[in-house]
């Protein structure tokens, strides 16, 4: 993904550090709110902010929608307002909207009027950080992507330790394809069968839900 065009409407605290992120990404943000103090502080740090109410079609019209590749609507605490700036931006021809829902409800609604990605920051992480609790094989990270599978970040299973990638029959025997190891300081892309895991090591595997969920056994 090259350097995109984005528009952040709510600065709290889910859309401000969205929006710093994607700057220390090397993208471009916009970054509005109602609340000028929260604009003023942000006035450096991103591309551009702007005090404006985003439920006011008039005032987002200014902002050439059509201009961002994606637009992120990070006012998630009022359904009444997160579902009008919706409605606006897909008036004005956003080309992808993304919604922040705190329930179930709310995503809903936000689907059916047109939101193409909907994400639930609490719920989402609460069952990540279920499964780096629950999980036996010291997962650092996961991701799940498109139908049925995942990427996990975690550090080398005990009973893997002082074998070898071809000892290990990856990917032909487990399922999972090793992306990328970490030695140290040192990162090995797609490691070779003679490569020997060590204690500490970090692996990023890829691979269908159900095989990266063995490892948590």
């Not at 005032?59 to 009008?84: K, M, N, P, Q, W």
């Not at 780096?132 to 049925?148: E, Q």
């Not at 000892?167 to 394809?177: E, F, I, V």
């Not at 797609?190 to 839900?209: A, C, Q, T, Y």
Request: proline share 3%; with cysteine; aromatic share 4%.
């Amino acid at each position: 993904m090259g350097v995109s065009n984005i528009l952040i409407i709510g600065l709290g605290y889910f859309g401000e550090n969205l929006a710093l992120e994607l700057v220390n990404m090397g993208h471009d943000v916009v970054g509005i709110d109602t609340d000028m103090a929260v604009v003023e502080r942000n006035s450096s740090l991103l591309t551009n902010t702007m005090q404006l109410d985003a439920t006011n079609i008039t005032a987002l019209r200014s902002l050439e929608i059509t201009s961002f590749d994606i637009c992120i609507v990070g006012r998630g605490s009022d359904l009444e307002e997160g579902v009008l700036i919706t409605l606006n931006l897909k008036e004005l021809g956003a080309r992808r909207v993304i919604c922040k829902a705190l329930t179930d409800q709310q995503r809903k609604v936000l689907e059916r009027i047109g939101a193409d990605e909907i994400v639930q920051p609490e719920r989402d992480m609460a069952k990540r950080l279920a499964h780096m609790i629950g999980t036996s094989t010291d997962m650092i990270d996961s991701l799940d992507i498109p139908d049925g599978f995942g990427i996990h970040e975690i550090y080398a299973p005990r009973g893997w330790v002082k074998r070898t990638i071809g000892d290990l029959k990856l990917p032909t025997n487990r399922g999972l394809q090793l992306l990328l190891l970490k030695q140290g300081d040192k990162f090995i892309p797609s490691p070779g069968p003679d490569v020997e895991l060590k204690e500490g090591d970090i692996m990023v595997l890829f691979g269908h839900n159900h095989n990266l969920a063995r490892l948590q056994k």
